[in-house]
Protein backbone atom coordinates (compact mmCIF):
# COMPACT_ATOMS: atom_id res chain seq x y z
CA UNK A 1 0.00 0.00 0.00
CA UNK A 2 0.89 3.48 -0.90
CA UNK A 3 1.05 5.25 2.99
CA UNK A 4 -1.20 8.84 2.40
CA UNK A 5 1.30 11.81 1.82
CA UNK A 6 -0.29 14.92 4.44
CA UNK A 7 0.60 17.75 6.26
CA UNK A 8 0.59 16.33 9.78
CA UNK A 9 2.76 18.41 11.64
CA UNK A 10 5.23 16.66 14.57
CA UNK A 11 4.74 19.45 17.59
CA UNK A 12 7.43 18.72 20.51
CA UNK A 13 10.01 17.96 17.58
CA UNK A 14 8.88 20.84 15.28
CA UNK A 15 9.31 18.59 12.16
CA UNK A 16 6.32 18.20 9.14
CA UNK A 17 5.48 15.58 7.13
CA UNK A 18 7.91 15.88 4.55
CA UNK A 19 10.93 15.97 7.20
CA UNK A 20 9.71 13.08 8.46
CA UNK A 21 9.13 10.98 5.03
CA UNK A 22 12.85 11.81 4.24
CA UNK A 23 14.05 10.59 7.76
CA UNK A 24 12.26 7.31 6.93
CA UNK A 25 12.94 6.78 3.32
CA UNK A 26 16.69 7.12 4.83
CA UNK A 27 16.40 4.93 7.53
CA UNK A 28 15.23 2.50 5.40
CA UNK A 29 17.93 2.51 3.16
CA UNK A 30 20.04 1.45 5.89
CA UNK A 31 17.55 -1.67 6.86
CA UNK A 32 17.64 -2.92 2.94
CA UNK A 33 21.07 -3.28 3.09
CA UNK A 34 21.36 -5.39 6.57
CA UNK A 35 20.72 -9.02 5.81
CA UNK A 36 18.78 -9.56 8.56
CA UNK A 37 14.95 -9.84 8.60
CA UNK A 38 13.47 -9.40 11.69
CA UNK A 39 14.15 -6.33 13.85
CA UNK A 40 13.41 -6.23 17.71
CA UNK A 41 12.64 -2.62 17.93
CA UNK A 42 12.40 -0.88 20.98
CA UNK A 43 12.79 3.28 21.59
CA UNK A 44 10.88 5.04 24.42
CA UNK A 45 10.98 8.49 22.37
CA UNK A 46 8.02 7.87 20.19
CA UNK A 47 9.37 10.07 17.11
CA UNK A 48 12.30 8.03 16.85
CA UNK A 49 10.20 4.83 17.34
CA UNK A 50 8.12 6.18 14.28
CA UNK A 51 10.95 7.07 11.97
CA UNK A 52 11.90 3.37 12.45
CA UNK A 53 8.70 1.55 12.59
CA UNK A 54 7.98 2.87 9.20
CA UNK A 55 11.60 2.24 7.68
CA UNK A 56 11.65 -1.00 8.77
CA UNK A 57 8.29 -1.52 6.95
CA UNK A 58 9.58 -0.04 3.83
CA UNK A 59 12.42 -1.97 3.63
CA UNK A 60 10.18 -5.19 4.36
CA UNK A 61 11.32 -6.41 7.34
CA UNK A 62 9.17 -7.72 10.06
CA UNK A 63 8.88 -6.18 13.58
CA UNK A 64 9.18 -7.39 16.38
CA UNK A 65 7.72 -5.25 19.66
CA UNK A 66 8.37 -5.84 23.60
CA UNK A 67 6.00 -4.90 26.08
CA UNK A 68 9.21 -2.74 27.87
CA UNK A 69 12.38 -1.96 27.70
CA UNK A 70 13.23 -4.11 30.57
CA UNK A 71 16.18 -6.37 30.20
CA UNK A 72 14.41 -9.75 30.56
CA UNK A 73 12.17 -8.70 28.79
CA UNK A 74 14.41 -7.72 25.75
CA UNK A 75 16.21 -11.02 26.20
CA UNK A 76 13.35 -13.28 25.62
CA UNK A 77 12.10 -11.21 22.70
CA UNK A 78 15.29 -11.50 21.14
CA UNK A 79 14.96 -15.02 20.58
CA UNK A 80 12.24 -13.91 18.59
CA UNK A 81 14.20 -11.53 16.05
CA UNK A 82 17.63 -11.60 14.16
CA UNK A 83 18.74 -8.27 15.42
CA UNK A 84 17.86 -4.55 17.12
CA UNK A 85 17.52 -1.21 16.56
CA UNK A 86 15.96 1.46 19.00
CA UNK A 87 17.71 2.86 22.02
CA UNK A 88 21.48 1.63 21.90
CA UNK A 89 21.80 2.08 25.83
CA UNK A 90 19.79 -0.98 25.71
CA UNK A 91 21.73 -3.52 23.39
CA UNK A 92 24.20 -2.94 20.42
CA UNK A 93 22.12 -2.06 17.26
CA UNK A 94 23.84 -2.05 13.44
CA UNK A 95 20.64 0.71 12.50
CA UNK A 96 19.85 3.41 14.94
CA UNK A 97 17.94 6.56 14.68
CA UNK A 98 19.33 9.48 13.51
CA UNK A 99 18.15 12.69 13.03
CA UNK A 100 21.00 13.96 10.45
CA UNK A 101 20.31 11.30 8.00
CA UNK A 102 18.32 12.27 5.07
CA UNK A 103 17.08 10.59 2.15
CA UNK A 104 18.04 12.20 -1.38
CA UNK A 105 15.86 10.42 -3.17
CA UNK A 106 11.99 11.55 -1.82
CA UNK A 107 9.81 8.75 -2.94
CA UNK A 108 6.34 7.46 -1.50
CA UNK A 109 6.13 5.42 1.41
CA UNK A 110 5.49 2.00 0.37
CA UNK A 111 4.58 -0.89 2.61
CA UNK A 112 4.18 -4.79 2.27
CA UNK A 113 0.71 -5.12 3.77
CA UNK A 114 1.71 -8.83 4.53
CA UNK A 115 4.03 -7.50 6.91
CA UNK A 116 4.14 -8.91 10.32
CA UNK A 117 4.40 -7.27 13.44
CA UNK A 118 4.74 -9.73 16.41
CA UNK A 119 3.69 -7.95 19.76
CA UNK A 120 4.07 -9.15 22.72
CA UNK A 121 1.26 -9.39 25.97
CA UNK A 122 1.54 -11.01 29.92
CA UNK A 123 0.54 -15.11 29.07
CA UNK A 124 -1.40 -16.94 31.53
CA UNK A 125 2.10 -18.84 32.60
CA UNK A 126 3.73 -15.42 33.61
CA UNK A 127 6.18 -15.30 30.23
CA UNK A 128 5.20 -12.48 27.54
CA UNK A 129 2.73 -14.21 24.85
CA UNK A 130 3.77 -13.44 21.11
CA UNK A 131 0.84 -11.96 19.25
CA UNK A 132 1.30 -11.65 15.70
CA UNK A 133 -0.51 -8.95 13.60
CA UNK A 134 -0.15 -7.92 9.51
CA UNK A 135 0.22 -4.63 8.48
CA UNK A 136 -3.33 -4.90 6.95
CA UNK A 137 -5.01 -5.59 10.16
CA UNK A 138 -3.76 -2.62 11.87
CA UNK A 139 -4.70 -0.16 9.13
CA UNK A 140 -7.98 -1.93 8.55
CA UNK A 141 -8.66 -0.91 12.61
CA UNK A 142 -7.41 2.56 11.70
CA UNK A 143 -10.12 2.69 8.89
CA UNK A 144 -12.46 1.30 11.31
CA UNK A 145 -11.28 3.89 14.19
CA UNK A 146 -11.61 7.04 11.46
CA UNK A 147 -15.20 6.05 10.04
CA UNK A 148 -16.69 5.65 13.78
CA UNK A 149 -14.42 8.76 15.20
CA UNK A 150 -13.10 10.91 12.53
CA UNK A 151 -15.37 14.04 12.93
CA UNK A 152 -14.77 14.10 16.99
CA UNK A 153 -10.59 14.49 16.14
CA UNK A 154 -11.43 16.37 13.37
CA UNK A 155 -8.96 19.97 13.25
CA UNK A 156 -7.74 18.68 16.93
CA UNK A 157 -3.90 17.80 17.90
CA UNK A 158 -3.49 14.45 19.24
CA UNK A 159 -1.79 14.41 22.49
CA UNK A 160 -0.80 11.04 24.76
CA UNK A 161 0.35 9.79 27.59
CA UNK A 162 0.51 6.04 26.57
CA UNK A 163 3.07 3.98 25.17
CA UNK A 164 3.70 3.16 21.50
CA UNK A 165 4.90 0.15 22.21
CA UNK A 166 1.40 -1.18 23.15
CA UNK A 167 -0.78 -2.09 20.34
CA UNK A 168 -3.31 0.61 21.73
CA UNK A 169 -0.49 3.14 21.71
CA UNK A 170 0.35 2.13 18.46
CA UNK A 171 -2.92 2.78 16.77
CA UNK A 172 -4.29 5.57 18.83
CA UNK A 173 -1.19 7.60 19.37
CA UNK A 174 0.76 6.85 15.70
CA UNK A 175 -0.89 4.98 13.19
CA UNK A 176 -4.54 6.71 13.29
CA UNK A 177 -3.01 10.46 12.96
CA UNK A 178 -0.22 9.51 10.71
CA UNK A 179 -3.22 7.86 8.43
CA UNK A 180 -5.43 10.55 9.00
CA UNK A 181 -3.59 13.70 8.19
CA UNK A 182 -3.54 15.31 12.13
CA UNK A 183 -1.12 16.91 13.81
CA UNK A 184 0.36 15.02 16.83
CA UNK A 185 2.52 15.62 19.73
CA UNK A 186 4.58 12.14 20.07
CA UNK A 187 6.29 13.13 23.46
CA UNK A 188 4.82 11.26 26.61
CA UNK A 189 2.74 12.94 29.37
CA UNK A 190 3.35 11.66 31.97
CA UNK A 191 2.05 13.85 34.48
CA UNK A 192 -0.65 16.28 34.01
CA UNK A 193 0.82 19.16 34.38
CA UNK A 194 2.96 18.49 31.74
CA UNK A 195 -0.14 18.42 29.95
CA UNK A 196 -1.29 21.04 30.96
CA UNK A 197 1.42 23.45 29.99
CA UNK A 198 1.27 22.16 26.74
CA UNK A 199 -2.03 22.90 25.75
CA UNK A 200 -1.28 26.65 27.26
CA UNK A 201 1.51 27.26 25.41
CA UNK A 202 0.23 25.95 21.94
CA UNK A 203 -3.43 26.21 22.51
CA UNK A 204 -2.78 29.91 21.58
CA UNK A 205 -1.08 29.72 18.19
CA UNK A 206 -3.95 30.46 15.32
CA UNK A 207 -3.05 26.97 13.98
CA UNK A 208 -4.21 25.08 16.67
CA UNK A 209 -8.06 24.68 17.48
CA UNK A 210 -8.12 21.55 19.78
CA UNK A 211 -6.46 19.02 21.77
CA UNK A 212 -7.55 14.98 21.14
CA UNK A 213 -6.26 13.11 25.14
CA UNK A 214 -5.31 8.99 24.18
CA UNK A 215 -4.90 7.87 27.88
CA UNK A 216 -5.64 5.08 30.31
CA UNK A 217 -7.73 5.09 33.05
CA UNK A 218 -5.31 4.49 35.51
CA UNK A 219 -4.36 7.93 34.32
CA UNK A 220 -7.82 9.27 34.35
CA UNK A 221 -8.54 7.83 37.92
CA UNK A 222 -5.52 9.74 39.10
CA UNK A 223 -6.59 13.31 37.35
CA UNK A 224 -10.24 13.62 38.75
CA UNK A 225 -8.64 13.78 42.40
CA UNK A 226 -6.99 17.19 41.61
CA UNK A 227 -7.93 17.45 37.64
CA UNK A 228 -5.53 20.46 36.88
CA UNK A 229 -7.18 20.64 33.10
CA UNK A 230 -10.25 22.06 34.07
CA UNK A 231 -8.39 25.45 33.02
CA UNK A 232 -8.11 24.16 29.20
CA UNK A 233 -11.04 22.10 29.30
CA UNK A 234 -12.78 24.24 26.39
CA UNK A 235 -9.56 23.25 24.29
CA UNK A 236 -9.49 19.77 25.31
CA UNK A 237 -12.32 18.30 22.64
CA UNK A 238 -12.22 14.83 23.58
CA UNK A 239 -10.41 12.05 25.43
CA UNK A 240 -9.90 8.26 24.74
CA UNK A 241 -9.58 5.42 27.13
CA UNK A 242 -8.29 1.80 26.73
CA UNK A 243 -6.81 -1.21 28.69
CA UNK A 244 -9.80 -1.73 31.04
CA UNK A 245 -13.22 -0.43 31.87
CA UNK A 246 -13.05 2.99 33.19
CA UNK A 247 -14.90 3.15 37.04
CA UNK A 248 -18.39 5.17 36.64
CA UNK A 249 -17.93 7.42 39.74
CA UNK A 250 -14.57 8.54 37.59
CA UNK A 251 -16.60 8.94 34.19
CA UNK A 252 -19.48 11.18 36.13
CA UNK A 253 -16.24 13.42 37.89
CA UNK A 254 -14.68 13.47 34.13
CA UNK A 255 -18.10 14.83 32.66
CA UNK A 256 -18.15 17.36 35.11
CA UNK A 257 -14.64 18.78 35.16
CA UNK A 258 -14.14 18.39 31.68
CA UNK A 259 -17.82 18.20 30.08
CA UNK A 260 -17.26 15.16 28.55
CA UNK A 261 -16.77 11.49 29.68
CA UNK A 262 -13.66 9.64 27.86
CA UNK A 263 -14.55 7.48 25.15
CA UNK A 264 -13.88 3.85 26.17
CA UNK A 265 -12.42 1.30 24.02
CA UNK A 266 -12.41 -2.32 25.13
CA UNK A 267 -10.09 -4.89 23.18
CA UNK A 268 -6.77 -6.48 23.91
CA UNK A 269 -3.72 -7.07 21.58
CA UNK A 270 -5.24 -10.38 20.93
CA UNK A 271 -8.58 -8.90 19.70
CA UNK A 272 -7.78 -5.30 18.62
CA UNK A 273 -10.71 -3.06 19.53
CA UNK A 274 -14.10 -4.85 20.13
CA UNK A 275 -16.66 -2.18 21.47
CA UNK A 276 -16.92 1.17 22.50
CA UNK A 277 -19.20 3.21 25.05
CA UNK A 278 -19.08 6.97 26.73
CA UNK A 279 -20.57 6.89 29.94
CA UNK A 280 -21.68 10.33 29.92
CA UNK A 281 -24.11 8.93 27.18
CA UNK A 282 -24.69 5.14 28.18
CA UNK A 283 -23.40 2.52 30.38
CA UNK A 284 -23.12 0.18 27.59
CA UNK A 285 -20.95 -1.16 24.95
CA UNK A 286 -21.75 -0.79 21.46
CA UNK A 287 -19.18 -3.29 19.21
CA UNK A 288 -17.37 -1.42 16.19
CA UNK A 289 -18.96 -2.04 13.12
CA UNK A 290 -17.50 -5.10 11.32
CA UNK A 291 -17.43 -6.65 14.55
CA UNK A 292 -19.76 -10.12 15.33
CA UNK A 293 -21.08 -11.08 18.68
CA UNK A 294 -22.31 -13.65 20.70
CA UNK A 295 -21.70 -15.69 23.91
CA UNK A 296 -21.54 -19.21 25.16
CA UNK A 297 -23.77 -20.90 28.35
CA UNK A 298 -20.81 -18.94 30.85
CA UNK A 299 -22.06 -15.95 29.53
CA UNK A 300 -18.29 -15.98 27.79
CA UNK A 301 -17.83 -13.12 24.84
CA UNK A 302 -17.35 -14.51 21.39
CA UNK A 303 -16.70 -12.63 18.44
CA UNK A 304 -15.91 -12.68 15.24
CA UNK A 305 -13.75 -9.89 13.99
CA UNK A 306 -11.28 -8.97 10.67
CA UNK A 307 -8.48 -8.24 13.38
CA UNK A 308 -8.18 -12.02 14.53
CA UNK A 309 -7.82 -15.35 12.31
CA UNK A 310 -9.69 -14.20 9.26
CA UNK A 311 -12.42 -13.85 10.82
CA UNK A 312 -13.06 -16.91 12.80
CA UNK A 313 -15.01 -17.39 16.13
CA UNK A 314 -12.66 -16.21 18.89
CA UNK A 315 -13.87 -16.46 22.64
CA UNK A 316 -12.58 -13.85 24.66
CA UNK A 317 -12.31 -13.71 28.64
CA UNK A 318 -15.18 -11.20 29.04
CA UNK A 319 -17.89 -12.24 30.65
CA UNK A 320 -21.43 -10.20 29.08
CA UNK A 321 -25.33 -9.85 29.11
CA UNK A 322 -25.57 -9.34 25.52
CA UNK A 323 -28.61 -7.01 24.86
CA UNK A 324 -28.77 -7.08 20.95
CA UNK A 325 -26.24 -8.39 18.27
CA UNK A 326 -24.43 -5.50 18.29
CA UNK A 327 -24.68 -4.07 22.34
CA UNK A 328 -23.57 -5.99 25.78
CA UNK A 329 -23.44 -5.11 29.22
CA UNK A 330 -19.99 -5.91 30.32
CA UNK A 331 -19.95 -8.64 33.63
CA UNK A 332 -16.24 -8.79 34.41
CA UNK A 333 -13.34 -11.29 33.71
CA UNK A 334 -14.38 -14.79 33.04
CA UNK A 335 -10.42 -15.55 34.53
CA UNK A 336 -11.71 -12.79 37.48
CA UNK A 337 -14.07 -15.89 38.53
CA UNK A 338 -12.95 -18.52 41.18
CA UNK A 339 -13.69 -20.67 43.72
CA UNK A 340 -13.69 -20.80 47.52
CA UNK A 341 -14.72 -24.32 48.73
CA UNK A 342 -16.65 -24.52 45.61
CA UNK A 343 -18.27 -21.50 46.23
CA UNK A 344 -17.97 -19.45 43.32
CA UNK A 345 -17.80 -15.48 43.16
CA UNK A 346 -16.25 -13.02 40.88
CA UNK A 347 -13.59 -11.00 41.97
CA UNK A 348 -14.32 -8.27 39.11
CA UNK A 349 -17.99 -7.91 41.74
CA UNK A 350 -16.30 -8.07 44.52
CA UNK A 351 -14.16 -5.01 43.38
CA UNK A 352 -17.22 -3.52 42.50
CA UNK A 353 -18.88 -3.25 45.67
CA UNK A 354 -15.72 -2.27 47.57
CA UNK A 355 -15.43 0.79 45.06
CA UNK A 356 -19.05 1.93 46.51
CA UNK A 357 -18.05 1.90 49.62
CA UNK A 358 -17.35 6.32 50.49
CA UNK A 359 -13.49 6.13 51.79
CA UNK A 360 -12.41 4.03 49.03
CA UNK A 361 -11.14 5.81 45.71
CA UNK A 362 -9.34 2.29 43.93
CA UNK A 363 -9.46 -1.24 44.44
CA UNK A 364 -7.39 -4.38 43.48
CA UNK A 365 -8.99 -7.71 44.31
CA UNK A 366 -7.11 -10.78 44.30
CA UNK A 367 -7.11 -14.62 45.06
CA UNK A 368 -4.50 -15.88 47.68
CA UNK A 369 -3.87 -19.55 46.85
CA UNK A 370 -2.88 -21.60 49.83
CA UNK A 371 -1.47 -24.73 48.44
CA UNK A 372 -1.21 -26.21 52.04
CA UNK A 373 -3.74 -29.29 52.75
CA UNK A 374 -6.41 -27.83 55.17
CA UNK A 375 -6.24 -24.68 54.34
CA UNK A 376 -7.99 -22.72 51.93
CA UNK A 377 -7.67 -20.19 49.94
CA UNK A 378 -8.46 -16.55 50.76
CA UNK A 379 -8.93 -13.41 49.12
CA UNK A 380 -7.31 -10.13 49.48
CA UNK A 381 -7.50 -6.60 49.21
CA UNK A 382 -5.68 -3.91 47.92
CA UNK A 383 -7.24 0.02 48.75
CA UNK A 384 -6.45 3.23 48.08
CA UNK A 385 -8.42 5.64 50.10
CA UNK A 386 -10.04 9.22 50.01
CA UNK A 387 -8.49 12.00 51.42
CA UNK A 388 -11.18 11.59 53.55
CA UNK A 389 -10.94 7.77 54.25
CA UNK A 390 -7.17 8.30 54.72
CA UNK A 391 -8.43 9.98 57.81
CA UNK A 392 -10.56 7.79 58.99
CA UNK A 393 -7.95 4.88 58.50
CA UNK A 394 -5.81 7.05 60.74
CA UNK A 395 -8.39 7.62 62.92
CA UNK A 396 -9.61 4.34 63.97
CA UNK A 397 -6.49 1.77 62.96
CA UNK A 398 -6.16 -0.33 60.00
CA UNK A 399 -8.29 -3.27 62.20
CA UNK A 400 -11.55 -1.18 62.96
CA UNK A 401 -11.91 0.17 59.37
CA UNK A 402 -11.42 -3.11 57.60
CA UNK A 403 -14.07 -4.33 60.07
CA UNK A 404 -16.44 -1.48 58.52
CA UNK A 405 -15.67 -2.66 55.21
CA UNK A 406 -16.33 -6.04 55.94
CA UNK A 407 -19.85 -5.41 57.11
CA UNK A 408 -21.01 -3.28 54.10
CA UNK A 409 -19.84 -6.63 52.18
CA UNK A 410 -21.86 -8.40 54.28
CA UNK A 411 -24.81 -6.77 52.80
CA UNK A 412 -23.88 -8.31 48.76
CA UNK A 413 -21.69 -11.43 49.91
CA UNK A 414 -21.59 -14.69 51.97
CA UNK A 415 -18.82 -14.65 54.59
CA UNK A 416 -16.72 -16.98 53.22
CA UNK A 417 -15.91 -15.12 49.85
CA UNK A 418 -15.76 -11.71 52.16
CA UNK A 419 -11.80 -10.66 51.55
CA UNK A 420 -10.00 -11.34 54.55
CA UNK A 421 -6.81 -9.53 54.44
CA UNK A 422 -6.51 -5.73 53.69
CA UNK A 423 -3.26 -4.15 52.15
CA UNK A 424 -3.57 0.29 51.79
CA UNK A 425 -1.78 1.86 48.96
CA UNK A 426 -1.19 5.34 48.28
CA UNK A 427 -1.97 5.00 44.91
CA UNK A 428 -1.90 1.39 43.14
CA UNK A 429 1.09 0.28 40.59
CA UNK A 430 0.46 0.32 36.84
CA UNK A 431 3.21 0.31 34.18
CA UNK A 432 3.80 2.89 31.37
CA UNK A 433 0.69 0.97 29.62
CA UNK A 434 -1.49 1.92 32.02
CA UNK A 435 -1.55 -1.57 33.23
CA UNK A 436 -1.41 -2.56 37.17
CA UNK A 437 1.68 -4.70 37.77
CA UNK A 438 -0.37 -7.63 39.71
CA UNK A 439 2.92 -9.21 40.69
CA UNK A 440 3.64 -6.70 42.81
CA UNK A 441 0.47 -6.33 44.40
CA UNK A 442 0.75 -10.38 45.07
CA UNK A 443 4.16 -9.82 47.24
CA UNK A 444 2.12 -7.58 50.05
CA UNK A 445 0.67 -10.45 50.98
CA UNK A 446 3.76 -12.92 51.02
Known amino acids: MK ?3 NNSYFYGDNHDFAMWQQQVIAHAEQFSAQSAQTWLLFDADSYQFSVLFFALLVADKSIVLPQNGQPEQLTQCLNHADEFTGDTRLAPAKVTFSGEIKSKHITDIEINEATVIRFFTSGSSGKPKAIDKTFKQLIQEVDVLQAQFGETLKDTVIVATVSHQHIYGLLFKLLWPLYSGRDVCLKSFEYPEHLLHFIELNGKSADVQDFTLISSPAYYHRLVQDNVLIPVKEKLRSCFSSGGPLQSGAAQL ?184 KTQLEKLFD
Do not use: M
Not at 283 to 302: N, T, V
Not at 341 to 363: A, F, G, H, M, P
Open 254 to 437: LQEQLTHAPIEVLGSTETGGIAWRQQSLSSIWQAFSPIKIKRDDLQQLIISSPYVDGGQWYKTDDRVELLDSGHFNLLGRADRVVKIEEKRCSLDEITQRINEYQWVDECYILLLENTQQQKRSEIGAVLVLTEQGEIALAEQGKFKFSQALKNHLKAFFEPLVIPRKFRYLSVLPYNTQGKLE
Open 3 to 5: WPT
